[in-house]
């Protein structure tokens, strides 16, 4: 990545962010059926690899945040505190640790699908991709719920009739293409995600776009397909596709996929879901624009695109822990297209 790149100025306070946030027990949502009286519900004690940043998924990405920021600045004046985010990743990416997570997922085998389970295989490749020590002994410490993963997801997606296209955590697309890019997956399971991709998206034409955002998006259904099936199709085949999946950009009609969504209140943590939209609609317009010939509807996503990365970046370091617990990991997308 050129040295240039906008994440490097956002690497320190970011690592602070993350380290804070994943190190934070409480407050906690845990996405736990209780099954008795007696039941021991500590979040360190269902997860203590992944028990800070206020639920699992967000500990998850946190995680992979911090291993991010190590791969492209450790050791370098844009992130200082080295030392401080592998302390850190050495204390909860353990053995131990992720045997229980492990454990866990498999005794719960819907618990974060699917949008925990590609964070977590996200975070074992950002461990691989660390090329030291450290990073082989996280790698290590995550391969059994890698694999946990790997064989629900192939357990799952059978049964997947139907994609999930509404822009919270259960959204399909965005899951299985983040899973995609991961390179975790077994080839059996990589090559059903694909066909699975395909046959659910492959013939969509004339999204309603117009009815994006929903009141809490943090992902937009009609991007989050567009940028999975961008995954999937041959690149030849991509851009017809989009042409007939969104004709609004080829024929330069407005398309409300572009605009900027309204935040009402940054505070309330449903409505703060949209500057989650906004970053996140950054890197897919932005992956979108990429993988598209030079041409009107490139230049479109690319305007698109940096105007809602500059909308939602101002949001990410407030103070706040509704968004502080998660926001630097969309922006870190956002700005590693930039």
Request: net charge negative; with cysteine; aromatic share 8%.
């Amino acid at each position: 990545m050129p040295p240039s790149t906008p994440l490097r100025t956002h690497a320190t306070p970011f690592a602070r962010l993350a380290l804070a946030n994943i190190t934070r027990e409480y407050p906690n949502f845990p996405a736990h059926l209780i099954g008795s009286a007696a039941e021991r519900t500590e979040p360190r004690t269902l997860h203590p690899a992944f028990y800070g940043a206020y639920d699992w998924h967000s500990s998850a990405h946190m995680h992979w945040l911090l291993v991010r920021l190590l791969n492209r600045y450790g050791g370098t004046p844009a992130l200082p505190d080295t030392a401080a985010v592998v302390d850190v990743l050495d204390r909860h990416l353990t053995p131990g640790n992720l045997a229980v997570e492990a454990a866990y997922l498999r005794d719960h085998p819907s618990f974060e699908r699917p949008y925990g389970w590609a964070w977590l295989l996200a975070l074992a490749a950002e461990c691989r991709a660390h090329g030291t020590r450290e990073g082989a002994r996280w790698t290590e410490a995550l391969a059994p719920a890698v694999a946990v993963v790997d064989r629900l997801l192939a357990d799952w997606l059978p049964k997947a009739t139907y994609p999930v296209r509404h822009g919270n955590h259960p959204n399909s697309a965005f899951a299985l293409g983040l899973a995609l890019d991961s390179g975790e997956l077994s080839a059996g399971t990589e090559q059903a995600v694909r066909e699975r991709l395909l046959a659910w998206f492959a013939a969509d034409h004339d999204a309603p776009a117009h009815w994006e955002p929903s009141g809490q998006d943090f992902l937009s259904p009609a991007l989050s397909e567009a940028d999975a099936v961008r995954r999937v199709l041959p690149a030849a085949e991509f851009a017809p596709w989009l042409d007939r999946f969104l004709p609004a950009l080829r024929t330069g009609a407005p398309c409300a996929l572009l605009d900027v969504p309204v935040v009402s209140d940054h505070a309330d943590p449903q409505i703060g879901h949209l500057l989650g939209l906004a970053l996140s609609r950054a890197a897919a317009l932005r992956s979108l624009a990429d993988a598209l010939p030079a041409g009107p509807v490139r230049d479109r996503l690319s305007t698109a695109a940096d105007a809602h990365l500059a909308a939602g970046l101002p949001a990410v370091e407030r103070g706040d822990f509704t968004t502080d617990h998660w926001l630097a990991t969309f922006a870190t997308l956002a700005l590693d297209r930039h």
